[in-house]
């Protein structure tokens, strides 16, 4: 039998790997960009949804496809207790669009349609700085236009959320998958390249040049990166349509002043792209510099059963945003009210009056704990009061209340009457 039995249990209540929780100051932090996030979406005509955190494995599977490192090797998938195999969402768009399609929410023309989401995504990954098994993404879809207007729309939505959070220096990395005409001109291309050096290439590049030879433009092997440095770019197979499409999202992007570096390197992990794809980034010399990315994915909805519509979305990460954060930015935390008792003949009294100044809507919190005044005073500035109420054998006696405001020198120990203090805290204390 194990001597003491802490032990054991201390080890099984550690967070599981990659994985942390999320309180004090960082989760101020993320409140912080989800608040403003959800002002800015408003701003650019989206509503909220919510999509439940586990969907039916296929869903990932099918639209982010086998060959997606997320697919392959990074989803939490099980098998439930009914049997069916499900997958903790390592996403967020999979299910938007399960969900657009499950509730019919395209029908009566009803587009375009505008969607954001936040909440946590899983993924099976290394964990390091800034890459974590649960993490949080703030998301957005824009469905039913087909437009270079939409897709700077998209960026523009997100280097305004940018700004409002205080982030300078966010570069736009974009590029273009083209049609599938383009596309499959460009593979041919870049296949005969790449079968060149199939020997120096990784092993999983090698595997990729029968399967998916853009995704190698992707890999972070020194190696692939420098066979990749000549290889043949996109922007050269493009059909004279792709090519205005791309041209033209670049004008639009000059014309709203929003600086982008073309990176013909730009696939972006996942199956479903199609013409524009970015990303967010703010070079710190390390690979976890993306702050977000998305693109326009075409077909994506008719996989789901649904119409053949067109779609453009991006995500942000929520911990790679908090990591750049400075607390100075974040609002200040509200003003509040602390009861505090002289002594425990008063404890009745702070607490009645608690709960005429909740009622009030005034912010309050009881101090009962601390040997004395002076502990108990401590107490509450720690916790951030704002304003102190003390209620002692006196006061109690002729019905008043002693008043403080921690950071005004003129308002030390006031004395008032239990009456007159709603409208005092109200009218010159701006509660
Ligand atoms: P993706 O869906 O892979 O394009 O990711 C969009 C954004 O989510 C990235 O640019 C990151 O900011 C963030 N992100 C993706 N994977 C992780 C992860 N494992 N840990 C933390 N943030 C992540």
């Given amino acids: ?39 800015i979406a408003n701003k650019f005509g989206y509503q909220l949804i919510e999509t439940p955190i586990v969907e ?63 909440g946590p995504m899983f993924r099976y990954d290394r964990p390091q700085k ?5 993490f949080h993404q703030i998301g957005f879809e824009h469905i039913g236009e087909k437009s270079p207007y939409t897709d700077v729309v998209n960026i523009a939505l997100a280097m305004d959320i940018f700004k409002n959070i205080g982030l300078c220096g966010v570069v736009v990395h974009i590029n273009t998958l083209g049609g599938a005409v ?31 030879p853009l995704r190698i433009l992707d890999s972070k092997e020194p190696t692939d990166i420098d066979i990749c440095t000549n290889a043949p770019k996109i922007q050269d197979f ?8 791309f041209d033209t999202v670049l004008e639009l992007l000059k014309l709203w002043s929003i600086d982008y570096e073309v990176d013909p390197k730009l696939v972006r992990g996942l199956d479903y792209y ?9 070079p710190n010399g390390s690979y976890q510099d993306a702050l977000g990315g998305g693109g326009r994915y075409d077909g994506l909805l008719k996989l789901f059963g649904g119409n053949d519509i067109s779609g453009v979305g991006f995500a942000l990460g929520a911990e790679r945003i908090m990591m750049l954060l400075n607390e100075k930015i974040l609002p200040p935390l509200g003003r509040k009210v602390a ?25 309050t919190e009881l101090i009962l704990t601390g040997s004395n005044l002076k502990k108990r005073v401590e107490i509450a500035t720690k916790r951030g009061c704002s304003h102190l109420i003390v209620i002692g054998d006196d006061e109690k006696k002729q019905c008043n209340v002693a ?12 004395l008032l009457s239990k009456n007159k203090l709603i409208s005092f805290l109200k009218e010159e204390c701006n509660f």
């Fill in 1 to 39: 039998m194990d001597e003491n039995p802490n032990n054991e249990l201390r080890e099984k209540v550690a967070p599981i790997r990659g994985m942390k929780d999320l309180y004090g100051v960082d989760f101020r932090k993320y409140q912080f960009i989800i608040d403003v996030a959800t002002r």
């Fill in 56 to 118: 039916q494995t296929a869903v990932f599977q099918r639209s982010l496809g086998d060959e997606s490192d997320v697919v392959s090797k990074e989803m939490y998938s099980f098998v439930d207790k009914g049997g069916e195999d499900i997958t903790l969402r390592p996403e967020g768009t999979a299910g938007v669009m399960r969900a657009i399609s499950s509730n019919k929410l395209l029908v009566n023309n009803n587009n375009p349609l505008k969607l954001m989401y936040y």
């Fill in 130 to 134: 800034g890459r974590y098994r649960q």
């Fill in 182 to 212: 383009s596309r499959e001109k460009y593979a041919k291309a870049l296949v005969e390249y790449l079968n060149k050096y199939e020997q120096q290439l990784s092993a999983v590049s090698k595997c990729r040049l029968k399967k998916n």
């Fill in 238 to 245: 493009l059909t004279p349509d792709d090519k205005k499409y």
């Fill in 274 to 282: 199609t013409h524009t794809t970015f990303e967010f980034k703010i």
């Fill in 339 to 363: 009861v505090i008792p002289v002594s425990e003949n008063e404890f009745a009294d702070v607490f009645e009056l608690m709960a005429t100044l909740l009622d009030e809507q005034v912010p």
């Fill in 403 to 414: 008043l403080t405001e921690i950071d005004n020198p003129k308002l030390r120990n006031i």
